[in-house]
């Protein structure tokens, strides 16, 4: 911008040199032709010229020395150059406004405030604060809450549901210590009803089929949980709570066999499958994948067909919940060479593992 006007400077003063070597009547010549150009342009625009800055600026000098009577036939008016001035002062003295109040919080930081929030229900604004202090962050707990009521989250009570953990958080929790139990049935090929006792160590995915059977009693559970005590061993005072549902098969003697080890009895709500999600997941993976691909011929077949399932459950078969591995896996297991893999067929060929052959 500032070489565009030295140059239009220096153009009206070479042309200005030019004018005082002419002889007087051929500079008036000029005027006039000039004149009736400008004219004749501004007939055939019929719009405002639009002046870069460095053009306004010459025009601006020049027309300081031309007598009032030509000004008025300029491009330009008096209260147009006034006009520039104006804006040309207000540019000079122009100032970055003073910034008030507190910086405005980032997008980053105000997403690790609501997730925050979201994953620990029972945090308040000063919680969080504190927490961001430790991470580098510096907010004001006034801040934070504005930040969650803007995002339809309330104080710490109450973002969970009744002041407390979901089932969903509560089972995380526990799972290290938890046991999980229920029944289901297979139907054989001459549609006789078999039940299953199923349970499972929740914090390692362990499954156990405690029993087959066509007519399930609550004297055949109750003998089913002291066997599992047994199996334990002394794993058993790992284990602080035992979940199961309302039927009629779960006596106080069945209940009394665990709470002598010390575990507790919860049991979830009626028709509510969701608060024994493990269980229910496990009954799905044994039916999709075993006994609604194959007929059971009758208990014995059932029995043998489970319990090799559930081997292969604990030993063969990727958890999600485990990193993809089973409970049975080695989490520092070594990569096998292509060329030694073979594959094992469980269940006459229904289900495959491949293991090394080293």
């Keep these: 911008m500032a070489l565009r006007m030295l140059y239009l400077i220096f153009i009206r003063l070479l042309g200005l040199i030019l004018l005082l070597s002419r002889a007087d009547r051929a500079r008036d010549v000029e005027l006039l032709a000039l004149r009736h150009e400008n004219a004749v342009l501004r007939r055939q625009l019929g719009v405002r010229p639009r002046l870069t800055w460095p053009e306004r600026a010459v025009l601006a000098a020049l ?4 007598p009032g009577r030509l000004r008025r036939h300029r491009l330009v008016t008096p209260g147009t150059l006034l006009s520039w001035h104006r804006r040309l002062i207000r540019w000079k003295w122009r100032q970055k406004p003073a910034r008030t109040g507190r910086p405005p919080i980032s997008e980053q930081v105000t997403a690790l405030i609501l997730r925050l929030a979201r994953e620990n229900p029972t945090w308040g604004s000063t919680r969080i604060q504190g927490e961001l202090r430790r991470l580098g962050h510096r907010v004001g707990a006034s801040t934070i809450r504005r930040i969650l009521r803007s995002a339809g989250l309330g104080p710490a009570p109450r973002r969970s549901p009744n002041g407390g953990p979901t089932w969903r958080e509560f089972l995380r929790a526990q799972a290290s210590g938890l046991l999980a139990a229920d029944f289901f049935h297979v139907d054989t090929a001459v549609l006789t009803r078999l039940y299953v006792f199923a349970v499972m160590e929740v914090g390692t995915r362990t499954a156990h089929i405690l029993g087959v059977t066509t007519h399930p009693t609550a004297a055949w559970a109750t003998q089913l949980g ?14 602080r709570y ?3 549902d309302r039927d009629s098969r779960y006596t106080q003697a069945f209940d009394a066999a665990f709470t002598s080890e010390n575990i507790a009895i919860l049991k979830s709500a009626p028709q509510a499958p969701k608060m024994n999600a493990h269980t229910e997941r496990f009954i799905r993976s044994v039916r999709a994948e075993c006994t609604d691909r194959m007929l059971i011929y009758n208990e014995q077949h059932a029995r043998h067909v489970l319990a090799e399932y559930a081997e292969h459950y604990n030993s063969g078969r990727p958890h999600r919940a485990l990193q993809l591995r089973a409970p049975a896996d080695d989490p520092d297991v070594i990569p096998f060479p292509a060329q030694h893999i073979q594959r094992h067929d469980v269940l006459s060929g229904l289900i495959h593992e491949y293991r090394d052959t080293a």
Aim: charged share 30%.
């Design 63 to 66: 027309a300081r020395h031309l």
């Design 226 to 239: 002291r066997n599992l005590l047994a199996d334990l061993g002394q794993r058993t005072s790992d284990f």
């Design 242 to 244: 035992l979940l199961r």
